[in-house]
């Protein structure tokens, strides 16, 4: 039998193998991990995407989703409508991305996020700012809770 073809990351065909994309540096300090893959596999997953959105760019492309799923008027005034995933294509991001960021901007509103001092800023910076607010308020909650036991 042949041997099995080595994994290809998820680069594309033209990728190297994972096993040659892997840093052999920690070999040649004379490492004892016994050639373990274990921290090459956790740093490939932390550093997957390295250019993250910024969120005057996800405001503009939420938006312009929604709009056209609500619909839009064509050259002969007629409304045509998409699905949130035939629009999700249109604007060229996933749809269970833009469903994430509408989310977030949405939690970002009610918790009184400032997005015009922070529109040139990384989308994990409104993401940081929510679950901490979202941890403020499970804290209030279960404090009242506790309050309310005696």
Known sequence: PAPAPAPVSQDGPSAKPLGEAMDNSSEDKGSNNGG???EFWSTAKAN???KERKISF???KVSMWRKLYNGIQDNQGKIVRYSLEDAAKKV???KKSLDDY???LRYGKK???DFNEHKEAKIGILRAFVKKCKQEEKGKQ???ADDNSD
Do not use: A, D
């Open 36 to 38: 373990s893959n274990q």
């Open 48 to 50: 997957r995407r390295t």
């Open 58 to 60: 996800v405001i503009e």
């Open 92 to 94: 060229g991001i996933s």
């Open 102 to 104: 509408l989310l977030q």
């Open 111 to 113: 918790y009184g996020f």
């Open 142 to 144: 279960k404090g009242r």
